[in-house]
């Protein structure tokens, strides 16, 4: 009943009323009010969406005050010292290695900004899958890296709570939260039962409530204590959980989060009563998998009992591995039990694939330890539950995330770790769940024996592997490892240890490849890379955690432990597959986890623990079998790389380059090398490299005989796999990276590769160097950091611009004595992915020895000394000093010296190689000295020692090889009858050699197993390898010969030498003594030879001997049949070499003369300076017409009306110059909400405001003539300067039209390339026919006086353009005008009251002119001092853009009555009588004057003759300098102006008075004082400027004025008439152009006599006509006085223009704008971008700022650039260019201390302004040169 009272009530009352009565000391009835309150509140029965409850649980806890006041006192009482923010995927945070104890450290940028961490080694980055801040967790971080706030550990000094503040939460959450709880029961379906399952409604309903709990576990400390104990209740938990006995619902609900629990284990029920009934030891055939810990079963019928879903699938397919329950830990497997709120939330919140509002709750709540503690516990009982829901969850990456998000937090922290593992079996739970995570895709291993393999694998193509979603238990592992303390714990437990290791064996040969032999395989799998990732992240990483742990003395005995456990699980696996000693043929799988677990163990305990290896390796047999896959994978890359294995398709390439890749190598490649390094320093030398080449399928071709048959190879592999045969043979007998190599030295030399193949970006570098046995970071102690290393072996360039060139980035090359002393051959072969980059790195080498003159042919690979082998591993060198091997060396040197086929350079290198290795690495204990006695009839083999030295100069007789019948070896004639020479033969056939590779290694074989076993006589051979060797009976029948060679290695050598440098005698006998040893470190085969015999001659004095024996008796080689021809052939081929380089040479002078004069005719379209200079006399001669070539047809030829020709342009709409300002410096990006951008002091603006005014006041038609437009959106125009026919340009477009393969332009919008320089081109301008620009006659001055010119100026004007004729040249002059008209967008045409009218084309017209004329100006830099035809002038087309544009515009007339041509030169009656009908014309004073003369210039006929030209500029000039005086006066103060007229008013008397700039100024002082309409009384403003005005002051303020005036006029004329314009200094521009447009005579320029009034000449009489002018003004009665102020005073000076000034540092940028709200649609945009030109702030892609479909860059683009818009893309760090429909990206200015991009800030580093690179950004926005300088541009279809 209490609780119905209190519902009627005002909450807030209710609220304090209650909080009233639980205060005091009796408050049972306070709390049974409150219970049943809540009772009706908190209804579960209830929707959840009804948020009554929720606003009754607000008041209730605040009690009675408002809920904001509340939350804020408890935030008063915080005494948190962590920070832990939680975000989500996508939020930029940082992480810093020099503070962070854990790898997985980051934080929030507010921490990371208030602490300290210059020259930390941090970065930015976006976090994947959400975090936490770990500011103020020492557990994490070092202290010196937290902030402000969190390192004053605030805790100490907040007052302690009150008691009764928080008395209400604590009894009111326990209900909300299980209320909470009773809506997620409620709301789950398991995912079978019902279809439509909708876990998103539930919790989209759920949102209030658990935002709710989120925001109070912002409330700092105070608030979470109370949580914790809430969540961490057990009592509370039983008592609210059932609900009560008469509650229906409440009982409904229990039971269905019963039934939900009921599976949650890995096994159910009913499995586990079953498991333990099958636990009876199974039969003899699943002994492997018990040892696994695991049972199998026995039988089909045993399998079909299982209660799972795979039981229909037949056991052959896929073998199911059921844990047993003999499993240490039953707790791991059985269904969960749940005793507090925490547990049954988190279980709810697995249920629900945690939803991010749970996961951010759940992470919330960290900051409180005793939370943090039990929530790990309860998290680790839950593990398993975890797994099973992930493998079921369809959106497993999100859930992966939300896992891992979590669980990093947790494990990152050593301590938690520790206790988890001890308390809650943290290892034994993730090893067990893993395996049972793997055994559900199982499938039987097809490798050696298909039928009978009793081992199983993982299948790589299950969605498990290939979606990768075992990554975040994994992840979570390798995580725990990484804390000694647990990885201690893992290692002492043996049994988890073989565990693991049943683990690692299902990775063991997955993914076998099978090699195709008959066709292409249908269908390529890509699961390889899913084979790879997962032999990384699951057995590679763990490894390297481990290994991590052992490298100490003290903790040898994990690590022979370790290895124990690898040896055993192999031999399991080499008994599974029923493995005895040959491997399968054709196939290959490079996943050997085992064997790599167990080479890296050893590589650690030699190196780090001082253990012998001896003491770790098995028996020989074993050593056999461990050898016997990683050299298949050795064979196999050879095979893949000499295309045996094509059929297979382009994956098994990938295959091949993912296992030496850099992320993978030194996981995979590196510890197969270092096990094949074991085996073969402790096996018996000759077995082994028979075993290479038997491998290696090359025995058939080790052959003295010159034919030979190959079973298994086609002879176009031989090369290739003997190459590859030897070049291993060489890695496997030089790399030390195991053997006793520092980490130091390996980072060096890895470094040292990486740059010999290509000149790397640092990031590259790290990139490419492998993580693993050197961390780069430069933490561990004691070893080199990167940075050192990287200083030391390379130099940095910096980036360098061209202008035109792509973007270069800083790289890093080698040193020149790294190229000198460091560059290893061997190792780049071993890190190369692409064959391409060991050519590289050659090439680069032999550039190097040209450029420093060492050596200018053809080098070899250079022989690089190796670093001393540990002592443990001395056995490698017997290899080198095997019988086998020197066979083997002598066969081949024999057979290059007889050039057999398929021998090559490379062999011989490699051959040479592995003697000069001989040589350096002697076996110790041989007495080198005493040379065993040399026997001639030696029978039982070639050599009579081991020995290479003693080897060497052994002479070899005879050999008997066995050779096809068809052979030349094979002697015809019947052997001689004579005894003699019978019992010589006999005795050869004696002591012939004979030489099996095969026969040898089955011997040695047969040895060691007889050693090893005794039971030798039960090895089972496979039946096919005794046979496998005898080659098919194919005809030529295969007979013995006996070949006579008498030759050692040493004469071969010698021989050889000879060969090489095609010379008889190349070595004389004393070569020896007189040896420079020094020059032979770097050479070709000769000098290969020549250091071998010197290196062999002072390693012993017999060999010395020998070798000048052999060079006194030089004799020339005697190879069968050719004779001398081979040095005449070599002879000839050289000089026939010289004469084709001779030729070549010749062509290709002739073709780059032809070249360079064809680029002179093709720019030079026509060359003023060469016409000009011409004498005036002839005139007539210059008549003569321009010709033009076309570039399409090739015909050279004058443009005529029927078949013009046109210069190729592109058109297009500019608003560079309305962009520019007043000030020379550049407007700041604003970085801070203080800051911000006007845009009213832009030229742009000014001019819009000034046509607006004009036209409010004034007749529209006289205000279009009065101002030019085009400052937004003008036309420019721009050529390359090549010429074409127009019919020929139809033709071209038809074709490209026609031909699909268009790259980034349309050619529907009439774009295309230049067909000779593909520079981007949109349109042709038509040339005009007739004589060249700048004929004589119209040059020539006829000394008229003014007044004359002024009249025929004014009729010329009166005399109206004809039509023209209707021709080719008029429609093609109409095109265009069409299309400049099309180029720019409506708005900025039509500036008139009525759009499309005469006047308003007018102004468009000839603004398109003084739109050109400027920017030409700009792109000179501003002004004309440097003078010269610009370079623009090669390339500029005005001369024809004015021709097309006069042609047009004299359509228009101008009348008369209004035409300013008569203002300008006559006093005309002033006409008051008809004002009142319409507007007045607009003043003279308030015209444009540049605008005036383009006008007066283009209506008046074409060509125009100079005089006529100078005396409109001279007119002009009169106004200009008029307007000038007016504006100066209006900047006078009153006394000024006082004082200036009166002194004026004396000089008016003088004679040339109209002259003198005083007499005019009061003059106009004076006219303007008559009305008030100008000096008005307020002048108080104007009177700010104290400066006093001089004379000098005020010449230079004249002469500026006028200034860009002149330079528009001068320009004008260059174009028109060709003038050349003089250079000057910038102070003496004025004068020079007042000279160059002849308004004074060039005489007063050296009396420096030129002022702005001397340059003055009136045409009738000038105070009278300033009079008028002035009085145009006054009469304005209904303009206010600030408005004629602002029309009068026109500042025609305006600064180049500018993109913004940009910060030095990117993150100001970044933190401001990446957070910021978007301006129209309040978002924050997803991809934001800031306009570099004017600072708008707009969403790229955005969806929500779109308009008709456009999105809001293009949109901007087009308003602010006129469809040029350059974005600075925030989150990307890079440019885009927007141009019309296309775009491109344009590079980053922003690079690292590295001089590099970081394109998407994927690296996070810090970024610093490129000032080059933004100049040149510049430049090309000013200079329009983005379509000519970009190459990569797309349609962009409105989308960006």
């Given at each position: 009943?209490?609780?119905?009272?209190?519902?009627?009530?005002?909450?807030?009352?209710?609220?304090?009323?209650?909080?009233?009565?639980?205060?005091?000391?009796?408050?049972?009835?306070?709390?049974?009010?409150?219970?049943?309150?809540?009772?009706?509140?908190?209804?579960?029965?209830?929707?959840?969406?009804?948020?009554?409850?929720?606003?009754?649980?607000?008041?209730?806890?605040?009690?009675?005050?408002?809920?904001?006041?509340?939350?804020?006192?408890?935030?008063?009482?915080?005494?948190?010292?962590?920070?832990?923010?939680?975000?989500?995927?996508?939020?930029?945070?940082?992480?810093?290695?020099?503070?962070?104890?854990?790898?997985?450290?980051?934080?929030?940028?507010?921490?990371?900004?208030?602490?300290?961490?210059?020259?930390?080694?941090?970065?930015?980055?976006?976090?994947?899958?959400?975090?936490?801040?770990?500011?103020?967790?020492?557990?994490?971080?070092?202290?010196?890296?937290?902030?402000?706030?969190?390192?004053?550990?605030?805790?100490?000094?907040?007052?302690?709570?009150?008691?009764?503040?928080?008395?209400?939460?604590?009894?009111?959450?326990?209900?909300?939260?299980?209320?909470?709880?009773?809506?997620?029961?409620?709301?789950?379906?398991?995912?079978?039962?019902?279809?439509?399952?909708?876990?998103?409604?539930?919790?989209?309903?759920?949102?209030?409530?658990?935002?709710?709990?989120?925001?109070?576990?912002?409330?700092?400390?105070?608030?979470?204590?109370?949580?914790?104990?809430?969540?961490?209740?057990?009592?509370?938990?039983?008592?609210?959980?059932?609900?009560?006995?008469?509650?229906?619902?409440?009982?409904?609900?229990?039971?269905?989060?019963?039934?939900?629990?009921?599976?949650?284990?890995?096994?159910?029920?009913?499995?586990?009563?079953?498991?333990?009934?099958?636990?009876?030891?199974?039969?003899?055939?699943?002994?492997?998998?018990?040892?696994?810990?695991?049972?199998?079963?026995?039988?089909?019928?045993?399998?079909?009992?299982?209660?799972?879903?795979?039981?229909?699938?037949?056991?052959?397919?896929?073998?199911?591995?059921?844990?047993?329950?003999?499993?240490?830990?039953?707790?791991?497997?059985?269904?969960?039990?749940?005793?507090?709120?925490?547990?049954?939330?988190?279980?709810?919140?697995?249920?629900?694939?945690?939803?991010?509002?749970?996961?951010?709750?759940?992470?919330?709540?960290?900051?409180?330890?005793?939370?943090?503690?039990?929530?790990?516990?309860?998290?680790?009982?839950?593990?398993?539950?975890?797994?099973?829901?992930?493998?079921?969850?369809?959106?497993?990456?999100?859930?992966?995330?939300?896992?891992?998000?979590?669980?990093?937090?947790?494990?990152?922290?050593?301590?938690?770790?520790?206790?988890?593992?001890?308390?809650?079996?943290?290892?034994?739970?993730?090893?067990?769940?893993?395996?049972?995570?793997?055994?559900?895709?199982?499938?039987?291993?097809?490798?050696?024996?298909?039928?009978?393999?009793?081992?199983?694998?993982?299948?790589?193509?299950?969605?498990?592997?290939?979606?990768?979603?075992?990554?975040?238990?994994?992840?979570?592992?390798?995580?725990?490892?990484?804390?000694?303390?647990?990885?201690?714990?893992?290692?002492?437990?043996?049994?988890?240890?073989?565990?693991?290791?049943?683990?690692?064996?299902?990775?063991?040969?997955?993914?076998?490849?099978?090699?195709?032999?008959?066709?292409?395989?249908?269908?390529?799998?890509?699961?390889?890379?899913?084979?790879?990732?997962?032999?990384?992240?699951?057995?590679?990483?763990?490894?390297?955690?481990?290994?991590?742990?052992?490298?100490?003395?003290?903790?040898?005995?994990?690590?022979?432990?370790?290895?124990?456990?690898?040896?055993?699980?192999?031999?399991?696996?080499?008994?599974?597959?029923?493995?005895?000693?040959?491997?399968?043929?054709?196939?290959?799988?490079?996943?050997?986890?085992?064997?790599?677990?167990?080479?890296?163990?050893?590589?650690?305990?030699?190196?780090?623990?001082?253990?012998?290896?001896?003491?770790?390796?098995?028996?020989?047999?074993?050593?056999?079998?461990?050898?016997?896959?990683?050299?298949?994978?050795?064979?196999?890359?050879?095979?893949?790389?000499?295309?045996?294995?094509?059929?297979?398709?382009?994956?098994?390439?990938?295959?091949?380059?993912?296992?030496?890749?850099?992320?993978?190598?030194?996981?995979?490649?590196?510890?197969?090398?270092?096990?094949?390094?074991?085996?073969?320093?402790?096996?018996?030398?000759?077995?082994?490299?028979?075993?290479?080449?038997?491998?290696?399928?090359?025995?058939?071709?080790?052959?003295?005989?010159?034919?030979?048959?190959?079973?298994?190879?086609?002879?176009?592999?031989?090369?290739?796999?003997?190459?590859?045969?030897?070049?291993?043979?060489?890695?496997?007998?030089?790399?030390?990276?195991?053997?006793?190599?520092?980490?130091?030295?390996?980072?060096?030399?890895?470094?040292?590769?990486?740059?010999?193949?290509?000149?790397?970006t640092h990031s590259s570098l790290l990139d490419l160097i492998p993580e693993n046995p050197n961390p780069k970071s430069g933490i561990v102690p004691g070893s080199c950091s990167f940075e050192e290393v990287l200083s030391a072996v390379a130099d940095f360039?910096?980036?360098?611009?061209?202008?035109?060139?792509?973007?270069?980035?800083?790289?890093?090359?080698?040193?020149?004595?790294?190229?000198?002393?460091?560059?290893?051959?061997?190792?780049?072969?071993?890190?190369?992915?692409?064959?391409?980059?060991?050519?590289?790195?050659?090439?680069?080498?032999?550039?190097?020895?040209?450029?420093?003159?060492?050596?200018?042919?053809?080098?070899?690979?250079?022989?690089?000394?190796?670093?001393?082998?540990?002592?443990?591993?001395?056995?490698?060198?017997?290899?080198?000093?095997?019988?086998?091997?020197?066979?083997?060396?002598?066969?081949?040197?024999?057979?290059?010296?007889?050039?057999?086929?398929?021998?090559?350079?490379?062999?011989?290198?490699?051959?040479?190689?592995?003697?000069?290795?001989?040589?350096?690495?002697?076996?110790?204990?041989?007495?080198?000295?005493?040379?065993?006695?040399?026997?001639?009839?030696?029978?039982?083999?070639?050599?009579?020692?081991?020995?290479?030295?003693?080897?060497?100069?052994?002479?070899?007789?005879?050999?008997?090889?066995?050779?096809?019948?068809?052979?030349?070896?094979?002697?015809?004639?019947?052997?001689?009858?004579?005894?003699?020479?019978?019992?010589?033969?006999?005795?050869?056939?004696?002591?012939?050699?004979?030489?099996?590779?095969?026969?040898?290694?089955?011997?040695?074989?047969?040895?060691?197993?007889?050693?090893?076993?005794?039971?030798?006589?039960?090895?089972?051979?496979?039946?096919?390898?005794?046979?496998?060797?005898?080659?098919?009976?194919?005809?030529?029948?295969?007979?013995?010969?006996?070949?006579?060679?008498?030759?050692?290695?040493?004469?071969?050598?010698?021989?050889?030498?000879?060969?090489?440098?095609?010379?008889?005698?190349?070595?004389?006998?004393?070569?020896?003594?007189?040896?420079?040893?020094?020059?032979?470190?770097?050479?070709?085969?000769?000098?290969?030879?020549?250091?071998?015999?010197?290196?062999?001659?002072?390693?012993?004095?017999?060999?010395?001997?020998?070798?000048?024996?052999?060079?006194?008796?030089?004799?020339?080689?005697?190879?069968?049949?050719?004779?001398?021809?081979?040095?005449?052939?070599?002879?000839?081929?050289?000089?026939?070499?010289?004469?084709?380089?001779?030729?070549?040479?010749?062509?290709?002078?002739?073709?780059?003369?032809?070249?360079?004069?064809?680029?002179?005719?093709?720019?030079?379209?026509?060359?003023?300076?060469?016409?000009?200079?011409?004498?005036?006399?002839?005139?007539?001669?210059?008549?003569?017409?321009?010709?033009?070539?076309?570039?399409?047809?090739?015909?050279?030829?004058?443009?005529?009306?029927?078949?013009?020709?046109?210069?190729?342009?592109?058109?297009?709409?500019?608003?560079?110059?309305?962009?520019?300002?007043?000030?020379?410096?550049?407007?700041?990006?604003?970085?801070?909400?203080?800051?911000?951008?006007?845009?009213?002091?832009?030229?742009?603006?000014?001019?819009?405001?000034?046509?607006?005014?004009?036209?409010?006041?004034?007749?529209?038609?006289?205000?279009?003539?009065?101002?030019?437009?085009?400052?937004?959106?003008?036309?420019?125009?721009?050529?390359?300067?090549?010429?074409?026919?127009?019919?020929?340009?139809?033709?071209?477009?038809?074709?490209?039209?026609?031909?699909?393969?268009?790259?980034?332009?349309?050619?529907?919008?009439?774009?295309?390339?230049?067909?000779?320089?593909?520079?981007?081109?949109?349109?042709?301008?038509?040339?005009?026919?007739?004589?060249?620009?700048?004929?004589?006659?119209?040059?020539?001055?006829?000394?008229?006086?003014?007044?004359?010119?002024?009249?025929?100026?004014?009729?010329?004007?009166?005399?109206?353009?004809?039509?023209?004729?209707?021709?080719?040249?008029?429609?093609?002059?109409?095109?265009?005008?069409?299309?400049?008209?099309?180029?720019?967008?409506?708005?900025?045409?039509?500036?008139?009251?009525?759009?499309?009218?005469?006047?308003?084309?007018?102004?468009?017209?000839?603004?398109?002119?003084?739109?050109?004329?400027?920017?030409?100006?700009?792109?000179?830099?501003?002004?004309?001092?440097?003078?010269?035809?610009?370079?623009?002038?090669?390339?500029?087309?005005?001369?024809?853009?004015?021709?097309?544009?006069?042609?047009?515009?004299?359509?228009?007339?101008?009348?008369?009555?209004?035409?300013?041509?008569?203002?300008?030169?006559?006093?005309?009656?002033?006409?008051?009588?008809?004002?009142?009908?319409?507007?007045?014309?607009?003043?003279?004073?308030?015209?444009?004057?540049?605008?005036?003369?383009?006008?007066?210039?283009?209506?008046?006929?074409?060509?125009?003759?100079?005089?006529?030209?100078?005396?409109?500029?001279?007119?002009?000039?009169?106004?200009?300098?008029?307007?000038?005086?007016?504006?100066?006066?209006?900047?006078?103060?009153?006394?000024?102006?006082?004082?200036?007229?009166?002194?004026?008013?004396?000089?008016?008397?003088?004679?040339?008075?109209?002259?003198?700039?005083?007499?005019?100024?009061?003059?106009?002082?004076?006219?303007?004082?008559?009305?008030?309409?100008?000096?008005?009384?307020?002048?108080?403003?104007?009177?700010?400027?104290?400066?006093?005005?001089?004379?000098?002051?005020?010449?230079?303020?004249?002469?500026?004025?006028?200034?860009?005036?002149?330079?528009?006029?001068?320009?004008?004329?260059?174009?028109?008439?060709?003038?050349?314009?003089?250079?000057?200094?910038?102070?003496?521009?004025?004068?020079?152009?007042?000279?160059?447009?002849?308004?004074?005579?060039?005489?007063?320029?050296?009396?420096?006599?030129?002022?702005?009034?001397?340059?003055?000449?009136?045409?009738?009489?000038?105070?009278?006509?300033?009079?008028?002018?002035?009085?145009?003004?006054?009469?304005?009665?209904?303009?206010?006085?600030?408005?004629?102020?602002?029309?009068?005073?026109?500042?025609?000076?305006?600064?180049?223009?500018?993109?913004?000034?940009?910060?030095?540092?990117?993150?100001?940028?970044?933190?401001?704008?990446?957070?910021?709200?978007?301006?129209?649609?309040?978002?924050?945009?997803?991809?934001?971008?800031?306009?570099?030109?004017?600072?708008?702030?707009?969403?790229?892609?955005?969806?929500?700022?779109?308009?008709?479909?456009?999105?809001?860059?293009?949109?901007?683009?087009?308003?602010?650039?006129?469809?040029?818009?350059?974005?600075?893309?925030?989150?990307?760090?890079?440019?885009?260019?927007?141009?019309?429909?296309?775009?491109?990206?344009?590079?980053?200015?922003?690079?690292?201390?590295?001089?590099?991009?970081?394109?998407?800030?994927?690296?996070?580093?810090?970024?610093?302004?490129?000032?080059?690179?933004?100049?040149v950004l510049e430049q090309q926005w000013v200079s329009h040169t983005f379509d000519h300088i970009n190459k990569r541009w797309g349609p962009h279809y409105n989308g960006l």
């Amino acid at each position: 009943m209490m609780a119905a009272s209190l519902l009627r009530r005002d909450k807030k009352a209710a609220a304090a009323y209650l909080k009233a009565d639980l205060n005091r000391s009796d408050n049972t009835s306070g709390l049974r009010q409150l219970q049943d309150l809540l009772d009706v509140v908190l209804n579960p029965e209830k929707p959840a969406t009804d948020t009554e409850a929720l606003d009754w649980c607000k008041c209730l806890i605040a009690g009675g005050e408002g809920f904001e006041e509340f939350c804020k006192t408890v935030r008063s009482y915080d005494n948190a010292t962590l920070c832990g923010l939680v975000w989500t995927a996508n939020f930029v945070a940082y992480r810093c290695r020099t503070c962070g104890i854990s790898p997985c450290m980051s934080l929030c940028a507010e921490c990371f900004n208030n602490g300290d961490h210059t020259s930390h080694d941090f970065n930015m980055f976006r976090s994947q899958a959400g975090g936490a801040c770990d500011c103020g967790d020492s557990n994490v971080m070092r202290e010196t890296g937290f902030c402000r706030r969190h390192r004053l550990r605030t805790g100490e000094n907040i007052p302690s709570i009150p008691r009764d503040l928080l008395l209400m939460s604590e009894l009111v959450l326990p209900r909300f939260i299980l209320c909470v709880i009773q809506y997620l029961r409620d709301g789950y379906t398991e995912p079978d039962t019902s279809a439509e399952r909708d876990l998103q409604k539930v919790l989209q309903q759920l949102e209030p409530q658990i935002s709710f709990l989120e925001e109070l576990t912002k409330m700092g400390g105070a608030m979470r204590t109370i949580l914790t104990k809430i969540l961490t209740n057990q009592q509370a938990f039983k008592e609210l959980s059932m609900g009560q006995e008469e509650n229906m619902f409440a009982k409904n609900n229990y039971e269905k989060y019963l039934s939900a629990l009921k599976n949650s284990g890995l096994v159910s029920m009913e499995e586990k009563a079953q498991s333990v009934a099958s636990d009876s030891p199974v039969g003899a055939e699943g002994g492997a998998d018990v040892l696994l810990g695991s049972t199998a079963p026995g039988s089909p019928d045993e399998a079909s009992k299982e209660e799972d879903q795979d039981a229909g699938q037949s056991v052959g397919q896929r073998k199911r591995v059921k844990l047993s329950s003999s499993t240490k830990d039953l707790c791991i497997i059985e269904s969960l039990k749940h005793k507090c709120f925490l547990e049954e939330l988190l279980f709810w919140t697995i249920k629900y694939e945690f939803p991010q509002k749970m996961v951010t709750f759940l992470l919330n709540m960290l900051p409180d330890q005793d939370y943090k503690i039990t929530f790990t516990k309860t998290f680790v009982q839950h593990y398993a539950f975890i797994m099973k829901t992930l493998m079921k969850s369809h959106e497993s990456d999100t859930m992966s995330n939300r896992i891992v998000h979590i669980s990093v937090q947790l494990f990152s922290n050593e301590e938690l770790a520790r206790h988890v593992t001890e308390e809650c079996q943290l290892l034994d739970i993730m090893v067990t769940v893993l395996l049972y995570m793997m055994e559900s895709c199982l499938i039987k291993s097809e490798l050696q024996d298909e039928e009978n393999s009793r081992h199983v694998v993982v299948n790589c193509s299950e969605a498990l592997l290939k979606n990768n979603t075992y990554w975040p238990l994994v992840s979570d592992f390798i995580n725990i490892l990484s804390h000694q303390s647990v990885a201690k714990k893992f290692l002492e437990d043996h049994s988890l240890l073989m565990l693991w290791m049943s683990f690692v064996s299902f990775f063991q040969g997955m993914n076998l490849n099978k090699r195709e032999l008959n066709e292409h395989v249908e269908f390529e799998s890509q699961t390889y890379y899913a084979a790879f990732a997962a032999e990384l992240e699951a057995c590679a990483q763990p490894m390297w955690g481990l290994l991590t742990h052992c490298k100490v003395r003290e903790t040898q005995e994990y690590t022979k432990t370790v290895v124990r456990y690898c040896l055993e699980t192999l031999q399991i696996w080499f008994d599974a597959i029923s493995f005895s000693d040959e491997p399968s043929p054709n196939q290959v799988t490079f996943h050997l986890p085992l064997h790599r677990y167990y080479a890296m163990f050893l590589s650690k305990a030699v190196k780090c623990q001082g253990l012998d290896l001896d003491s770790l390796l098995p028996d020989q047999e074993m050593l056999m079998k461990i050898m016997v896959h990683p050299l298949q994978i050795q064979a196999c890359l050879s095979e893949i790389h000499s295309n045996m294995w094509v059929r297979n398709g382009l994956q098994i390439k990938g295959q091949a380059m993912t296992y030496v890749q850099s992320h993978f190598c030194n996981s995979m490649i590196d510890p197969d090398i270092y096990l094949l390094q074991v085996c073969a320093s402790r096996l018996d030398p000759d077995y082994f490299i028979s075993s290479v080449f038997e491998r290696f399928k090359v025995v058939d071709l080790l052959t003295m005989a010159s034919q030979h048959q190959n079973a298994v190879l086609d002879s176009e592999q031989e090369r290739p796999m003997l190459e590859g045969a030897l070049t291993f043979l060489v890695i496997l007998t030089s790399l030390r990276i195991h053997l006793g190599m520092t980490d130091d030295e390996i980072l060096r030399a890895e470094m040292v590769s990486q740059l010999c193949m290509n000149d790397r970006t640092h990031s590259s570098l790290l990139d490419l160097i492998p993580e693993n046995p050197n961390p780069k970071s430069g933490i561990v102690p004691g070893s080199c950091s990167f940075e050192e290393v990287l200083s030391a072996v390379a130099d940095f360039k910096a980036p360098v611009f061209e202008p035109g060139g792509s973007m270069q980035q800083g790289m890093y090359t080698p040193k020149a004595e790294v190229w000198e002393k460091e560059f290893d051959p061997i190792m780049v072969v071993l890190r190369t992915v692409y064959r391409r980059d060991v050519q590289s790195a050659m090439d680069r080498y032999s550039a190097f020895l040209k450029q420093s003159g060492i050596h200018t042919g053809n080098p070899w690979p250079p022989y690089k000394e190796r670093t001393p082998l540990h002592p443990c591993y001395k056995g490698l060198i017997k290899l080198l000093h095997c019988k086998t091997l020197h066979i083997v060396i002598f066969t081949l040197l024999y057979k290059i010296w007889m050039d057999h086929q398929n021998m090559s350079e490379h062999v011989l290198c490699m051959v040479l190689y592995l003697i000069e290795l001989g040589l350096d690495n002697q076996v110790q204990d041989s007495k080198e000295d005493e040379e065993p006695c040399i026997e001639e009839h030696c029978h039982d083999s070639w050599f009579p020692g081991t020995n290479l030295i003693s080897n060497l100069h052994h002479v070899i007789n005879f050999v008997r090889v066995r050779v096809p019948e068809t052979a030349p070896e094979v002697k015809r004639e019947a052997p001689p009858s004579t005894s003699s020479e019978e019992s010589s033969y006999g005795q050869n056939l004696r002591e012939a050699q004979v030489f099996s590779l095969v026969a040898e290694r089955r011997r040695k074989f047969q040895e060691i197993i007889n050693r090893s076993s005794s039971e030798a006589n039960q090895v089972v051979r496979p039946k096919s390898s005794s046979t496998r060797w005898v080659p098919p009976g194919t005809p030529p029948q295969l007979v013995t010969e006996i070949l006579e060679i008498r030759e050692s290695m040493l004469s071969l050598l010698v021989k050889l030498h000879q060969k090489l440098s095609s010379k008889q005698n190349s070595l004389s006998a004393s070569w020896l003594d007189n040896m420079d040893t020094s020059r032979h470190a770097h050479g070709d085969g000769i000098t290969a030879i020549e250091r071998i015999l010197a290196k062999a001659a002072t390693r012993s004095c017999q060999i010395k001997r020998s070798i000048q024996d052999i060079c006194g008796k030089v004799s020339p080689p005697v190879p069968p049949k050719k004779n001398s021809p081979t040095d005449k052939k070599a002879m000839d081929k050289e000089e026939r070499r010289q004469r084709a380089r001779e030729r070549q040479q010749k062509l290709l002078a002739e073709f780059a003369s032809r070249q360079k004069s064809f680029m002179e005719t093709a720019m030079d379209v026509e060359s003023p300076e060469t016409e000009a200079a011409m004498d005036l006399g002839a005139s007539e001669m210059m008549e003569s017409e321009v010709l033009y070539d076309c570039v399409i047809c090739g015909q050279s030829g004058p443009s005529t009306e029927d078949r013009p020709t046109g210069l190729v342009v592109l058109l297009q709409a500019s608003s560079v110059l309305g962009h520019r300002c007043k000030s020379e410096e550049a407007k700041k990006l604003p970085t801070c909400d203080e800051e911000h951008i006007y845009s009213a002091d832009t030229c742009a603006v000014a001019h819009d405001v000034r046509l607006t005014l004009l036209q409010r006041f004034f007749k529209d038609s006289s205000c279009l003539q009065s101002v030019s437009i085009g400052w937004d959106g003008g036309v420019y125009v721009q050529t390359c300067g090549h010429t074409l026919h127009i019919d020929c340009h139809k033709s071209y477009m038809e074709s490209l039209r026609n031909d699909q393969v268009l790259q980034g332009f349309s050619v529907d919008k009439g774009e295309f390339t230049c067909p000779l320089c593909r520079q981007f081109a949109n349109s042709v301008l038509p040339c005009r026919p007739g004589r060249g620009s700048e004929a004589g006659a119209w040059h020539t001055p006829t000394n008229k006086k003014t007044s004359v010119l002024i009249k025929e100026v004014g009729d010329l004007q009166e005399n109206l353009g004809l039509f023209p004729t209707e021709s080719n040249l008029s429609k093609e002059m109409e095109l265009v005008i069409k299309d400049i008209k099309n180029t720019t967008q409506k708005k900025y045409m039509d500036y008139g009251k009525n759009p499309g009218s005469p006047d308003n084309d007018f102004l468009f017209m000839y603004s398109v002119a003084r739109t050109n004329l400027e920017l030409e100006l700009v792109h000179r830099g501003g002004n004309l001092c440097c003078g010269g035809a610009s370079a623009a002038a090669k390339r500029s087309c005005l001369n024809q853009l004015f021709h097309v544009l006069a042609m047009h515009m004299r359509l228009y007339s101008i009348d008369s009555a209004y035409n300013p041509w008569t203002r300008l030169t006559q006093l005309t009656p002033s006409k008051e009588a008809d004002f009142d009908e319409e507007r007045p014309e607009v003043p003279m004073l308030f015209r444009d004057v540049p605008s005036l003369l383009i006008i007066f210039v283009l209506t008046m006929p074409q060509p125009l003759r100079k005089e006529h030209f100078t005396c409109v500029v001279k007119m002009l000039y009169n106004l200009q300098f008029i307007q000038a005086l007016a504006a100066l006066s209006t900047k006078l103060s009153p006394d000024e102006r006082q004082a200036w007229s009166s002194s004026g008013a004396i000089k008016k008397a003088a004679a040339n008075a109209d002259m003198s700039f005083e007499a005019l100024l009061s003059h106009v002082i004076s006219e303007f004082s008559k009305s008030n309409s100008i000096y008005a009384e307020d002048t108080e403003d104007t009177m700010l400027s104290s400066s006093v005005w001089s004379p000098q002051s005020i010449h230079f303020s004249l002469q500026q004025y006028c200034l860009p005036f002149l330079r528009l006029s001068c320009l004008l004329q260059h174009h028109l008439y060709g003038d050349n314009l003089t250079s000057c200094l910038e102070e003496d521009e004025f004068s020079s152009l007042a000279v160059c447009l002849g308004l004074v005579p060039a005489a007063s320029l050296a009396a420096n006599a030129v002022n702005s009034a001397s340059c003055l000449e009136w045409a009738v009489s000038a105070f009278p006509l300033v009079t008028q002018w002035c009085a145009e003004v006054n009469a304005l009665s209904q303009v206010q006085a600030e408005q004629s102020l602002t029309l009068l005073v026109q500042d025609p000076q305006w600064a180049a223009p500018r993109l913004l000034q940009l910060p030095a540092n990117y993150n100001i940028i970044f933190q401001y704008y990446h957070r910021k709200a978007c301006t129209a649609c309040k978002k924050v945009p997803k991809d934001p971008a800031l306009c570099l030109v004017c600072g708008a702030f707009v969403c790229l892609k955005g969806v929500c700022c779109k308009q008709q479909g456009i999105c809001e860059c293009v949109l901007h683009s087009q308003h602010c650039g006129a469809a040029t818009g350059i974005f600075l893309l925030i989150n990307a760090s890079v440019i885009i260019i927007i141009r019309g429909h296309r775009f491109c990206l344009w590079g980053s200015v922003y690079l690292d201390a590295h001089g590099e991009e970081d394109r998407d800030l994927r690296r996070g580093k810090p970024l610093f302004l490129c000032e080059e690179r933004y100049r040149v950004l510049e430049q090309q926005w000013v200079s329009h040169t983005f379509d000519h300088i970009n190459k990569r541009w797309g349609p962009h279809y409105n989308g960006l």
